[in-house]
């Protein structure tokens, strides 16, 4: 490209140019940013900065490292698993067939505190692989639909959720598949309230799921994906739908389900009467049902606390090894007897 | 050699060749006309130059192609002054110019098929094309044809503005003035109006708007005389006939009948035919009898052509196309790496089919209930499928998606990256102000913008002698005259007031250029005919004046009005050095016409009548001029190399002079000068008779022309008595020698290819410290095909036995170009015409890559190539040829990388080269800063690109293999796209622009640094697979410290995807810092700037509500782990890379690293010393 343009201010435009005297310079402006020499900083990595470099790794990341470990220790968590204990023994043969019958699937567990838990307690359901990020899944949704009442017939990405007579409010596979196991818990025979307020993002109801949006024409298929909606309710309410398609990363997952505001004491026998309704079983989906405290580091996770101190702990050993070979075997920094042209006998 | 020219086939370069070998012919004949550096050229006698003798030069043609009829389809009819008649059959082309490419309708449909012909573009449209597709739509309409349109646009952006710069300069000069008869008066014009048939007069000075057959000019004799710097940049005055049957007219006052039928337009600037009938006579029109486009008439009062070709039909317009476009050797190794990062894709792409294909079959029996798979359409009566499509043409699917979204794999942006970062190296080679010649008020041009980085792998430098080592100013330093050596003046400096000087009109007329003198021989000169010794002085500055071709032309002193200045325009600078050296001793040309011309001798006006000159051909190696002087007596005087003068010089005469003037020729010659023979004789009048009858005859003669010319030459240059010889310097070029000496540190080998004799390449060799006298030479001089090959035995035998004696002293390799075993190989042409082109040349290969310097004299430019050739095709490495005149054309174009030094030799060598620079010095500064810069700096930025765009595609693919491998991304897909265009592109262009690893000090104080370049330090594979590795880490940490802190929580798609957007943007950029070597305030910003940047989008993204990532990353940036994750992710990603730099660095430091602390902690002392020795490189152009 650019040589066209030469070619032709050197050939076709050069005798309007060069008729011009030749008295002016050609010679370039001297500035240091054309000379390349702007001021500049090389650093050079010297032993004293790589050294240094790792030391302060290590003070940073060990104590990170511990602590982050600490606030996941905090983190008090029970977990139980429920898919395969609700369903009754005659029937684990076969659990689709089960868990598809209108049979009462009520189930009752027993979870143990085994330390204090301080309000609020998170309860969450988590699914294991449950594929929520796969393709056709993702996609399988209407934004339009969602917010407002006038793109209700924008149905096009929801297939093959889309219609049925009539369009499906909300419509798409993420909706149809909404989870419906509930829970009711009941310390001492005592009911404890699960706040189902608020459990959604903000920004969700405030502009994704529109005020004035009712769910319509919804599970009315011949396949009952999950859970119905309430069609009085508008959607920007409908909180466990907002949190279910707020789709997750990874395949294993916990979705909040509620908040218990009350402490739970060491020992206290919580039980839980649970719907058993969501048919993971096609999939080999593992149900679980967690209560959890939370800390500033998000749930209980040691993996990060545990990875801050591998760092840490190998950077201080890098350090130390680096300083064992500066003092062993030294190089002096910039010997010109280093050069290869000096090395080489029999060079200059 | 001539037999096999491996160039003829293609039409392209044919034309230049040929104007090559025609230059070369012509300056040839003026060099070695002055006999002692003699440009051989061996190949035919295309054209001899016009004979000077009235207007009958004019049938200058070639005599092959002379009486050849044109035929009427392939003529163009030209009814002069008759444009209406002209131009009612034929459409020929009006005479305003179009060099913009694109019209403004035009302009889109042709730039677009213009920039589709990179295949990387083609990539991109397919992959946008296949993400049309519904089955495979991965990103959105919008977001995947967004790279391709961006880039689209940058380049039809940058193309538009070209394209309307063109047409501005279109414009102005097309709007321009000229005279032009129309109604049988002479009227102003626009140039675009006029017409091909119509009349057009020229007044002085001004630029001939289109090519036209010269009608009349004011001289009497019909001559004009042109300026062809626009044409081919030499800025010496070129001579044009007008017909002498046509001179008489004058188109005002009487219609002129007259019908030119010329040749088709083509884009031979040197050749012409037409015939012009006239009153029923036909004359057979040539090269001389046209003047072009775009040359200026000067010297001459009016000229008044017949527009022949116009516009874009004019021979200038027909030969402004581009250099032919050279590949880089990195890009080419680039593409080879590509080619394997395809092939990783494809194996990305092919496991993420493969895994999906399995977990397709195994679920095959859920497919149809699975919630987040749910194939059965239930809803409708049939129950078909819903966007399914069977197990193989998933899995086919699955495959295309993957291309789709592993794409960047291939870095399209590097390419385009790649044409910014060499703007940007170009624009500072242009700007370096060390790299700008006073002297020619020249700075460095950057011709071809692909492969600024072979500069730092040059291993093979092929230069030409005259003009390129020396100044190609040529000074008369010496005479021998009539066996007396006078060359005391050597050592006097110029003495201003001695300068000779003329009175004419009440001025002063004196020479331009001052000449050193003799004093011995100026007192000698001025002391009359009275002895035999003054006589034979008189008669050989009598010589030097007249016996050449120089047109003088006096001009006004600008500083003082009472002098006016004789500058002597010549085609070549030696017959200028002699016509200036005469003027001083008092011979003063003053005045040439046509027929006659004026010498003021010793302030007497003396007219002699030029009855004959023959000019220089290759095989006589002489000139000669027939003097008819004010005594009536007839004189031949002739000038040439002194091996033909001594054939035709009687050596029955003057026995002991002869002798004498050979040892002073020897004398001169082994100093380095250029030395010419003088000799003479008087003809006596029937011996001119004779020679008069023939030559008029010989010159009229339509076919073979120039052998009967020859013939009758050969009869009048014999028996000639000597004069003596002149000797003139060719100056060395300042810093030649010491950039010798760098360029031979630094490992490349200095090959010189000159034309000259032998004795004076020889003396350069050791003036410019290519040969020093530690060497051993080897010299091949052979005259037959059997002999050439036994030297080169020999040759080899004996190198062999040199490098074994050395090689026992010291083993190592030859590293630094020389210093082990010093051969230096000297051979002449005449060995190699039997070597090249034979099973010879393997031999001479052998040998030549033995030697440390190689000197080939008497070469003619096809050996030249040929050469070079002999390296490229048997070596990897990198070749460079600097020359500066049209006789390096052909090897300039050869090498890898030609430079063209913008000379005094025109500019057909740098209308060749890639590079063109002022000073052969600037190769210092070219190869071992500037080239070193650009090498590692595209190194660097390569493999920054592979990794960078790899880095990216692991995170995807891991991400892939958590999602049921159906390509789904949790990187928001408009961040995806913008990754490469904004995220990731700036810091990289700008370090590849900006970063210096040395300083241009350290750099030219070791030389040797630049085998860092040769053993392919910051490009090989060796790092490619490295850096690869690096990246599959790298893009393990970026993937998994999220996957693994956020496995089982309630993390959402964008909002992950939002952390490792992030994550991978602050990663390559601390990646690219730590690479940085010099952070100016601009790399500063670049970088830190481009991770702001990419905060700054992502918030905005998150802030768009149709977006599923919708305020993502406002929520997870209040969680302590997200920022958690980004600082583990950095340390942990870069941890092995900076420890395997470290271990590096320490354990073994690359030379570059040495140097680089040395820079940094040396001592003040050891590089106060650089400032000292290299002054000869760096301070002149200082001043």
Request: net charge positive.
């Amino acid at each position: 490209m650019s040589n066209n343009a030469a070619s032709s201010s050197a050939g076709a435009n050069g005798s309007a140019h060069s008729a011009a005297p030749r008295g002016n310079s050609k010679r370039p402006k001297y500035s240091k940013f054309t000379q390349q020499e702007l001021p500049a900083c090389k650093p050079i990595l010297t032993p004293r900065w790589v050294i240094s470099a790792f030391m302060l790794v290590s003070i940073i990341f060990i104590p990170i490292g511990v602590v982050s470990l600490f606030a996941s220790r905090d983190v008090v968590e029970i977990v139980d698993r429920y898919d395969t204990e609700c369903i009754p023994e005659q029937n684990r043969t076969d659990k689709v067939g089960y868990i598809r019958s209108s049979a009462n699937t009520t189930c009752n567990r027993t979870l143990k505190v085994t330390k204090h838990m301080k309000q609020p307690i998170y309860v969450y359901y988590q699914l294991d692989n449950f594929y929520q990020n796969h393709r056709r899944y993702v996609k399988s949704r209407s934004d339009e639909q969602l917010r407002s009442p006038s793109g209700e017939n924008e149905t096009s990405t929801c297939k093959p959720e889309d219609t049925n007579g009539a369009a499906i409010v909300p419509c798409g596979l993420i909706a149809w598949s909404l989870f419906n196991d509930t829970y009711s818990f009941s310390r001492n025979n005592e009911q404890l309230h699960v706040n189902k307020k608020g459990i959604s993002w903000k920004s969700d109801r405030d502009h994704k799921f529109g005020k004035d949006v009712f769910p319509k024409n919804f599970q009315n298929g011949s396949l009952i994906g999950g859970a119905s909606l309430n069609a009085s309710i508008p959607l920007s309410e409908q909180e466990d739908l907002i949190v279910w398609m707020r789709t997750a990363a990874l395949p294993t997952f916990r979705k909040l389900y509620g908040k218990i505001q009350k402490d739970l004491q060491p020992d206290d026998e919580i039980h839980v009467i649970l719907q058993n309704n969501y048919n993971t079983y096609s999939f080999n989906g593992k149900k679980k049902l967690v209560l959890s405290t939370t800390s500033w580091l998000g749930g209980k996770n040691d993996f990060l606390g545990i990875a801050y101190l591998t760092v840490g702990g190998l950077c201080f050993f890098l350090a130390m090894c680096f300083t064992v070979v500066y003092l062993v075997k030294p190089r002096r920094l910039g010997d010109p007897s280093y050069l290869s042209w000096n090395r080489t006998p029999g060079g200059h | 050699m001539d037999s096999k020219n491996p160039i003829e086939s293609s039409p392209s370069i044919e034309i230049t060749l040929n104007s090559s070998s025609r230059r070369s012919n012509s300056s040839s004949h003026s060099k070695a006309s002055r006999g002692n550096s003699v440009r051989e050229v061996t190949f035919g006698d295309l054209g001899s130059k016009p004979v000077r003798y009235g207007s009958r030069g004019a049938d200058s043609e070639g005599f092959s192609g002379s009486q050849k009829e044109i035929s009427d389809e392939d003529a163009r009819l030209v009814y002069v002054n008759d444009p209406e008649k002209t131009n009612e059959r034929f459409e020929f082309s009006g005479n305003s110019i179009r060099t913009g490419k694109y019209s403004i309708l035009s302009f889109v449909p042709r730039n677009l098929f213009e920039q589709f012909h990179r295949v990387a573009y083609i990539y991109f449209l397919i992959i946008a094309v296949l993400n049309q597709l519904p089955q495979l739509a991965v990103f959105g309409r919008g977001v995947s044809i967004l790279p391709l349109s961006f880039v689209l646009l940058v380049t039809a952006v940058k193309d538009a503005y070209e394209d309307w710069r063109r047409h501005r300069s279109d414009r102005i000069e097309n709007n321009r003035l000229t005279w032009v008869l129309v109604n049988d008066q002479f009227q102003q014009k626009k140039w675009k109006d006029i017409r091909v048939g119509e009349i057009i007069k020229i007044h002085t000075n001004e630029t001939l708007p289109c090519d036209m057959v010269l009608l009349s000019t004011s001289d009497s004799t019909g001559v004009a005389y042109v300026q062809t710097i626009n044409l081919d940049g030499e800025s010496n005055l070129k001579t044009r006939y007008a017909k002498q049957e046509t001179l008489s007219k004058t188109p005002e006052k009487e219609k002129i009948r007259v019908l030119i039928k010329c040749e088709k337009p083509n884009r031979n600037i040197y050749g012409f035919h037409a015939n012009m009938d006239m009153d029923g006579k036909r004359l057979s029109l040539g090269s001389s009898n046209i003047v072009l486009r775009g040359c200026e008439l000067k010297n001459t009062a009016w000229a008044i052509g017949v527009a022949v070709y116009c516009g874009r039909e004019t021979k200038v317009m027909l030969n402004s196309s581009g250099a032919p476009s050279k590949r880089s050797r990195l890009e080419t190794r680039m593409n080879f790496e590509i080619i394997i990062l395809s092939f990783f894709l494809i194996s990305l792409c092919t496991i993420v089919s493969i895994c999906a294909a399995v977990w397709l079959r195994r679920h095959r029996h859920d497919l149809n209930t699975i919630p987040f798979y749910r194939k059965k359409n239930f809803n409708d009566e049939d129950k078909d499928d819903y966007n399914y499509y069977g197990w193989g043409l998933e899995i086919f699917f699955t495959f295309l998606m993957s291309v789709i979204v592993f794409q960047i794999m291939i870095p399209i942006s590097l390419y385009i990256s790649m044409e910014l970062v060499r703007v940007g190296q170009a624009y500072f080679m242009i700007r370096d102000t060390l790299m700008y010649d006073e002297a020619s008020n020249s700075a460095f041009q950057c011709r071809a913008l692909n492969i600024n980085e072979d500069l730092g792998q040059i291993k093979f430098v092929f230069s030409d002698k005259t003009g390129t080592l020396t100044e190609n100013k040529m000074e008369f330093q010496c005479a021998s005259i009539w066996g007396v050596d006078y060359s005391g003046g050597k050592d006097s400096s110029v003495n201003e007031q001695v300068g000779h000087f003329v009175q004419v009109d009440g001025k002063i007329l004196r020479p331009k250029m001052k000449v050193r003198i003799d004093p011995e021989l100026l007192q000698l000169s001025r002391s009359g005919n009275n002895t035999e010794e003054a006589k034979r002085v008189h008669d050989f500055f009598l010589a030097l004046a007249a016996c050449n071709t120089i047109v003088p032309i006096a001009f006004d002193d600008a500083s003082n009005p009472t002098v006016k200045l004789m500058d002597y325009q010549g085609e070549s600078p030696d017959e200028q050095a002699l016509a200036y050296a005469a003027a001083a001793y008092g011979f003063m040309l003053i005045e040439r016409t046509s027929g006659h011309i004026v010498i003021d001798i010793q302030g007497e006006r003396q007219r002699f009548n030029v009855l004959g000159l023959h000019e220089f051909d290759s095989d006589r190696k002489r000139m000669s001029v027939i003097l008819g002087c004010p005594d009536k007596t007839v004189k031949v005087f002739v000038k040439g190399a002194d091996t033909t003068m001594f054939s035709v010089i009687d050596r029955s005469l003057n026995m002991d002079i002869i002798r004498a003037t050979e040892a002073h020729l020897h004398n001169y010659s082994s100093l380095g000068l250029r030395t010419l023979v003088i000799g003479m004789r008087e003809l006596s009048d029937s011996e001119f008779e004779q020679w008069h009858s023939s030559f008029e005859a010989a010159s009229t003669s339509l076919i073979g022309r120039a052998a009967m010319l020859r013939k009758v030459a050969n009869t009048v240059e014999k028996s000639l008595r000597i004069l003596g010889a002149s000797a003139i310097e060719d100056k060395l070029q300042q810093g030649v020698p010491e950039a010798i000496e760098s360029l031979r540190t630094a490992g490349i080998k200095v090959w010189v290819l000159t034309g000259d004799k032998q004795e004076t390449a020889i003396s350069i060799g050791y003036s410019s410290k290519l040969l020093t006298s530690k060497m051993t030479q080897i010299i091949i001089n052979s005259n037959s095909k059997e002999s050439s090959r036994k030297s080169l035995e020999d040759a080899l035998r004996m190198s062999k036995k040199l490098i074994t004696v050395s090689g026992t002293t010291h083993n190592n390799g030859g590293n630094s170009g020389g210093a082990v075993s010093p051969v230096a190989l000297i051979i002449d042409g005449t060995s190699l015409v039997y070597i090249l082109d034979s099973e010879l040349e393997e031999q001479l290969f052998k040998l030549a890559s033995k030697c440390s310097v190689v000197l080939c004299c008497r070469v003619a430019p096809l050996q030249k190539a040929g050469i070079v050739m002999l390296v490229k095709n048997r070596t990897s490495d990198m070749t460079l040829s600097i020359g500066d005149g049209a006789n390096d054309v052909s090897m300039i174009q050869k090498a890898d990388v030609g430079v063209g030094i913008s000379g005094k030799e025109g500019r057909q060598a740098v209308m060749a080269s890639d590079f063109a620079m002022g000073q052969f010095r600037f190769l210092v500064p070219l190869l071992l800063v500037h080239g070193h810069w650009n090498y590692q700096r595209m190194g660097c930025m390569i493999l920054y690109n592979f990794y960078r765009n790899a880095v990216f595609v692991l995170v995807l693919f891991w991400y892939v293999l958590f999602t049921c491998f159906t390509l789904t991304t949790a990187i928001n897909e408009w961040s995806s796209m913008l990754y490469s265009i904004i995220y990731t592109s700036l810091p990289t262009i700008v370090v590849g622009i900006l970063d210096k690893d040395l300083s241009r000090r350290t750099l030219l104080k070791y030389p040797q640094l630049y085998g860092a370049e040769h053993r392919q330090e910051s490009y090989n594979s060796k790092l490619f697979w490295l850096t690869m590795i690096d990246t599959l880490w790298q893009s393990v940490v970026i993937y998994f410290i999220p996957h693994l802190a956020y496995w089982g929580s309630t993390i959402d798609a964008p909002s992950i995807g939002d952390l490792w957007t992030l994550a991978v943007v602050i990663l390559v950029n601390l990646h690219l810092a730590m690479d940085v070597i010099r952070w100016s305030w601009i790399t500063h910003v670049a970088i830190w700037g481009s991770i702001v940047a990419t905060f700054i989008c992502v918030i905005v993204l998150d802030a768009v509500p149709t977006l599923v990532g919708y305020w993502a990353i406002f929520d997870i940036a209040k969680e302590g782990s997200f920022w958690l994750c980004l600082l583990a992710i950095v340390v942990a990603a870069l941890l092995p890379r900076f420890v395997v730099k470290v271990l590096y660095q320490h354990f073994s430091p690359s030379d570059i690293q040495i140097t680089r602390e040395a820079e940094k902690f040396g001592s003040r002392r050891e590089f106060g010393a650089v400032e000292i020795e290299m002054n000869p490189i760096l301070e002149p152009s200082r001043r």
